[in-house]
């Protein structure tokens, strides 16, 4: 089977991650646990999530001329990543993921940087690249003219692209009905559809993580779940990018979609079995094994 070509149009963030017991009330001070730097970004997490399963993967992106925009790169290029098409801006810093981390879940404070350069004129440059690709996969980490350039240009040339609306962001229904799939979590499905009450086409678009509640997809007009895998998390951040990630290597080796979110659940299942997004992201040969057992 030929290798997919996917293009990952997204964010890249350095993570500053603080691990604390207790999250402080406004105007409280409290002591953490742990604090650590790590690689992230809904972009380049997705990227690494299918490069590691496998895909052929192109990151579209920008890092600033700072040093966590080198060693971003390099995190990137170690991980098999086409980075040409990702440039590093002067006087600009690479974005930043502020993470507390309590009680097996996360808050996060994005501080976007380059990330808000990834506009729709700089993706334009490499229109060519995004047409020779099998699937394209964007998140709402870079700016929404972007997101909305990406799905009239996979749309009229018949590419397949999944949008991860993660955060959450309103578009018109005109544009999501360009995707091949949406992909939201529960509450971003909850805020941006209308669950009980949406038109055949886009409810067959709608993939929608509910975290130990298993998946739901739309098959012959209804509603099904693939259940998700029971593990002991040991830190969540990039659960969903492991999904989305895999999600898109399995559908663009033309997996049928139950077994493709199967896959994609055992990914993330995995996943978050380690500190850090990126960390604990699967190899192809690791999925496959637990999904034997
Ligand atoms: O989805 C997790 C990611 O969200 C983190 O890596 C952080 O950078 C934020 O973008």
């Not at 603080?18 to 105007?27: F, M, R």
């Not at 590093?88 to 940087?113: K, V, Y």
């Not at 949406?182 to 009450?197: K, V, W």
């Not at 998390?233 to 080796?253: C, I, K, M, Q, R």
């Amino acid at each position: 089977m030929k290798t997919p070509t996917i293009t990952v149009i997204g964010s890249i963030n350095t993570d500053m991650i603080t691990a604390t017991d207790i999250l402080p009330n406004q105007g409280e001070t409290v002591l953490g646990q742990s604090f650590q730097t790590k690689p992230g970004g809904k972009g380049a997490n997705q990227a690494v999530a299918a490069a590691r399963l496998g895909g052929n993967v192109q990151m579209i992106g920008r890092v600033g001329d700072d040093q966590n925009g080198a060693d971003m790169l390099k995190r990137l290029e170690d991980e098999n990543i086409d980075t040409s098409m990702v440039d590093r801006i002067p006087d600009q810093n690479t974005g930043i993921a502020n993470i507390l981390l309590s009680n097996n879940d996360n808050q996060i404070i994005i501080i976007p940087g380059a990330n808000d350069e990834v506009t729709p004129d700089y993706v334009k440059q490499y229109q060519k690249n995004i047409l020779a690709s099998d699937f394209v996969l964007i998140q709402f980490e870079v700016p929404e003219e972007t997101v909305l350039y990406c799905l009239d240009l996979c749309h009229a040339h018949n590419i397949p692209m999944i949008v991860n609306p993660a955060p959450a962001k309103e578009l018109p229904v005109s544009s999501w009905s360009k995707a091949t799939y949406i992909t939201p979590n529960e509450s971003e499905a909850a805020q941006l559809f209308n669950l009980n009450d949406m038109d055949k086409p886009m409810n067959q678009k709608l993939i929608i993580t509910q975290g130990k509640n298993g998946v739901s997809y739309c098959q012959h007009e209804e509603r099904l779940t693939v259940p998700s895998y029971t593990v002991t998390p040991v830190d969540t951040t990039g659960a969903g990018d492991t999904f989305n990630g895999a999600l898109t290597v399995a559908l663009s080796e033309q997996k049928e979609l139950a077994k493709a979110i199967q896959f994609a659940n055992a990914a993330s299942a995995l996943s978050v079995q380690k500190l850090g997004a990126q960390e604990g992201m699967p190899t192809r040969k690791e999925v496959e094994t637990f999904l034997a057992h």
